[in-house]
């Protein structure tokens, strides 16, 4: 087993605590933040951040923390580009899971 792997972990977390620190100074929390469907994802994108220094063999903490941070910040801006297209059609205030999406693609 790869021993980088935890650092690969903490890669995948990092997305999302750059944007929650980015949005510190807001004292409204989005709603999402109450949902289960955000801790899944945030678990998923965890995994799949050390699932990807696990398989591109990361020899380094800081190979293992680039190729954690890579992967899940790839997928969670694709994720986040499409639902910017969606919220600019709609221009409404949006559900739950437009508000999820948008948090991704800050």
């Known amino acids: 087993m790869n021993e980088y792997l935890l650092f690969g972990f903490l890669g995948g ?26 801790y ?14 696990f398989l591109f063999e990361a020899n380094s903490i800081k190979e293992a923390i680039a190729f954690g941070y890579g992967a899940p910040q790839l997928i969670s801006s694709l ?7 969606e919220a600019d059609r709609t221009r409404g205030g949006g559900n739950g899971l437009l ?3 948008r948090w ?3």
């Open 13 to 38: 977390l990092l997305p999302d605590v750059i944007r929650f620190v980015k949005n510190y100074t807001n004292p409204n929390l989005p709603e999402f933040y109450e949902s289960w469907v955000f």
């Open 40 to 53: 899944l994802g945030l678990l998923f994108l965890i995994g799949l951040g050390g699932l990807s220094a």
């Open 79 to 85: 994720a986040g580009k499409k639902v910017n297209e």
């Open 99 to 101: 508000q999820l999406q």
């Open 104 to 106: 991704w693609a800050i």
